[in-house]
């Protein structure tokens, strides 16, 4: 079993930055790989970032590449996603997932096996 927590969530203005922290326990963390979606009201939730177990590869969603930026510290557990020049278009509540090792596509909800709460983003106009 894996338990997820996302924060750093909150409110800011468009153009403003977050950075979005996701704490892993209980499996080894270090041989997941993990990812970053979201789900704004009425809307299915969406791929935005995700990343390997090594850090070796990075994949992102085209409405969020060159703004945001997916890392982790596998010393810490942890896997953060840095969102700057936000937009109104991306508010939502963020939720990073985990799963074990496999050849299935990062992009893809339904490959991964463990997810957190989420946390509300939302960027005013």
């Known amino acids: 079993q894996v338990q997820l927590v996302e924060s750093g969530g909150g409110l800011v203005q468009a153009g403003g930055s977050l950075r979005l922290s996701c704490a892993a326990s209980g499996r080894t963390f270090s041989r997941l790989s993990m990812g970053w979606f979201r789900q704004a009201p009425g809307k299915e939730r969406e791929f935005v970032a995700a990343?390997?177990?090594?850090?070796?590869?990075?994949v992102y969603a085209d409405s969020v590449k060159g703004r945001f930026t997916i890392s982790r510290d596998n010393a810490k557990n942890t896997m953060y996603l840095q969102m700057n020049n936000l937009k109104p278009e991306d508010t939502a509540v963020y939720s990073c997932?985990?799963?074990?090792?496999?050849?299935?596509?990062?992009?893809?909800?339904?490959?991964?096996?463990?997810w957190g709460q989420g946390t509300q983003v939302t960027v005013s106009s």
């Open positions: 990343i390997t177990w090594s850090g070796g590869s990075l």
């Open positions: 997932a985990a799963r074990s090792p496999k050849g299935a596509s990062l992009r893809v909800v339904t490959n991964y096996d463990y």
